[in-house]
């Protein structure tokens, strides 16, 4: 397989097999991300893929996911993709789910048509890094739209049958912003309906302009508690209908996962105990933590 690394993914396709067809992401330039910071955006050629995709046909592996990356490789022009959808349901007919990581000015770039073709053609899953309800929020991660554009995208991706991953960053606004991050952070998934929530907590990366905000005092990350108040805060807020909820990240303090509605009462409860009792040994110690 032609990679050019490091790679990332979801957490839920870490059995999928990754396909990599473009290097890097076309933004690059959101506050508390280094993932593709080393990489410069680039999209690889048909045959590359191509290449890549009869490797994996010819292997004794019947993957059933694929993953298409890099970071927002949905902002390819949908005949590109529509090439490496076709020739995947060619050589491998076996597989059962495609999936992407896309934004919300990928998504608007698409037409109806758009979506509606590549849903056809097997684009299964798009995982959306919302991050934030919050605009201020937004603009202080530099992440380059806005929540309402954000929220018109989920609609959207909803509306074209696509199932719908949402990621959340726990502590995205610092102490200054918190409890209005959860807030609105909540709301926006109460506007959307996601079939699937990831709430992550955000990590200061060295050499990122969060840690430079960090660093000049602009910007204090909330400690392991005010993390665990925005989850409460956020879970307290949340009208989920039918959607998975998992917070259970390796970021993640206190693992916990559900089905809304369903689960919802059991993951509160469970947040407000450890609150309450500030029990430190129930949460992952810093060594297990990661991005």
Known sequence: MDYVEPLFRPPSEAHSLLLQISIGCSHNRCAFCAMYSNKRFSIKPLETVFADIDEAAAGRHNWRRVFLMDGDALMLKTDHLLAILQRIREKMPYVERVGIYGDARNIAKKSDEDLAALREAGLGIIYHGIESGDDEVLTLLQKGSSAE???????????????????????????????????????????????????????????????????????????????LEELQIMLENLELKNSRFSANHASNYLPIKGDLPRDHQRMLKLVSTVLETRDESVLKPEWLRGL
């Open 149 to 227: 554009e954000a929220r018109q995208a989920g609609i959207r991706i909803k509306t074209a049958g696509f199932t719908y991953s949402a990621i959340v960053l726990l502590g995205a606004g610092g102490t200054a912003l918190s409890r209005q991050h959860a807030r609105a952070t909540a709301e926006h998934l109460n506007a959307v309906q996601p079939d699937y929530v990831g709430a992550l907590m955000l990590t200061v990366v060295p050499g990122t302009p969060l840690a430079e905000m960090v660093d000049a005092g602009t910007f204090t990350m909330p400690d392991k508690f005010g993390l």
